[in-house]
């Protein structure tokens, strides 16, 4: 049982507990006369019961509040019927809870019909607090249920998260995969070059080119380790989780579509889809990077592309990286980019880093359905090559960008 309940509990137990023994010590002393001492029990009963149990103590106060106010007692139904009508709206189930409203009401609106003595009170006092302690309880319940229903919520959504960096993760690693394999048979023909030739000048490019590839193979297959310790530490989590006991247990860019229902977007979106499978030169990227552009230029879109630094620097897996978020960024602009605006694409290879960004105007037009798992995904790769995803707005535009380390392992920690 939760600490604040039981604290709640054995608080109105003692204040209950302690009025009683006021009472009980009035009639010892004849200031109340001893034959009310039945109508008193029965008045602080549903009370004592109220902490224990909600429905019985809903019981309890209907017999108690009949016969006090048959009895001429009517005055003490006001007590019982503020504390168990609020305890019994907020935590009884919904068709209960509205039954021991009812009565509740009906109880005190009864009094002044019965008992001319207290009319001016039931009627002016008593019946404004009973109603303000039933609207109490109805809106506690109202906020315990608007907090479970984010807590699930919540917890659904850290599910569909977990999901897609899963998913990634083993796309990631299928790809390195591919990868490592390709630089690995580059490695092996070289070096059966080498043995058929006696040119030193070719044996020393030979070697250079062996030496390339093997260093970014190893980094490759660093990632690669990176990405199967998470998954590892992810199932004994899960396998931790599964066995423990139940108590210890963003946006998506620009609001607004671009061209949605369209038959353009309908091929643009074709052409992205193509966007699949291995880029093994710099060329061949560049060419991808002309493919986004024409499949925003179609849908009506004016696109303006710049190529900054030596592509060729850019290791093949990185390649692989950005053409996957290449893809990704420019669904999101056809999805949420405002119509016949400027698109920006900017690929700046530095020193260390490539930078890939690209920037759209923001609509106002009702937004296209979207899964939300694209931005998501795109930190994900950023994370396990240990570079960085930025996206957000400024101004009327909004801007997503992701740069990545061109040389170095991913030093990316298990999420």
């Keep these: 049982m939760p600490r604040p309940v039981t604290l709640a509990r054995s608080g109105l137990v003692v204040l209950v507990g302690a009025a009683l023994i006021s009472d009980l010590w009035n009639v010892h002393t004849g200031d109340i ?52 009508g609020a305890t019994g709206t907020y935590a009884l189930p919904r068709a209960r809870a509205a039954v021991l409203a009812g009565l509740v009401v009906t109880a005190n609106v009864a009094v002044p019909f019965v008992d001319a003595d207290h009319r001016q009170f039931f009627v002016w006092v008593a019946i404004p607090i009973v109603l303000v302690a039933l609207t109490c309880g109805a809106l ?8 479970q229903q984010d807590a699930r919520r919540i917890d659904e959504l850290e599910q569909v998260n977990e ?32 043995e058929f030739t006696d040119d030193p000048q070719k044996i020393h490019a030979i070697l250079e080119t062996i030496g390339n590839s093997a260093q970014q193979t190893l980094q490759d297959l660093r990632r690669l380790v990176v990405i199967l310790q998470e998954e590892h530490a992810r199932e004994i989590q899960q396998h931790e989780h599964a066995a423990a006991p139940p108590e210890a247990a963003a ?52 696109v303006e592309l710049s190529v900054h630094g030596d592509v060729a620097r850019v290791p093949i897996s990185v390649r692989q990286v950005l053409r996957r978020t290449l893809r990704e960024l420019g669904t999101n602009v056809m999805k949420h980019g405002m119509p016949s605006s400027t698109v920006r694409v900017d690929l700046a290879v530095g020193q260390d880093a490539v930078r890939l960004t690209m920037e759209n105007e923001r609509t106002t037009i009702a937004p296209i359905m979207s899964t939300s798992t694209g931005l998501p995904a795109i930190r994900e790769r950023a994370r396990v090559f240990g570079g960085s995803a930025e996206f957000g707005a400024q101004g009327s535009r909004w801007r997503s960008s992701i740069a990545l380390p061109l040389r ?8």
Excluded: C, K, N
């Design 251 to 302: 946006g998506t860019g620009a609001s607004g579509p671009a061209v949605a229902g369209t038959a353009s977007a309908v091929r643009a979106s074709a052409t992205l889809d193509q966007l699949t499978g291995e880029t093994t030169t710099a060329a061949g990227f560049v060419e991808d990077l002309r493919t986004v552009v024409a499949a925003l230029e179609s849908t009506g879109l004016a």
């Design 33 to 84: 006369d001893q034959g009310e001492l039945p109508l008193i029990m029965m008045m602080y009963l549903p009370l004592f019961v109220v902490a224990f149990h909600v429905g019985v103590a809903a019981i309890v106060w209907g017999l108690s509040a009949l016969v006090l106010i048959l009895a001429g007692y009517a005055l003490g139904i006001l007590v019982p019927s503020v504390v168990v």
């Design 408 to 415: 170095g392992a991913a030093e990316a920690q298990p999420s």
């Design 140 to 147: 506690l319940r109202w906020s315990h249920a608007r907090s």
């Design 163 to 194: 999901r897609i960096r899963h998913d990634e993760r083993s796309h990631l690693a299928h790809e390195l995969h591919d990868i490592v394999a390709h630089d690995v048979t580059v490695i092996a023909m070289q070096a059966r070059r080498a």
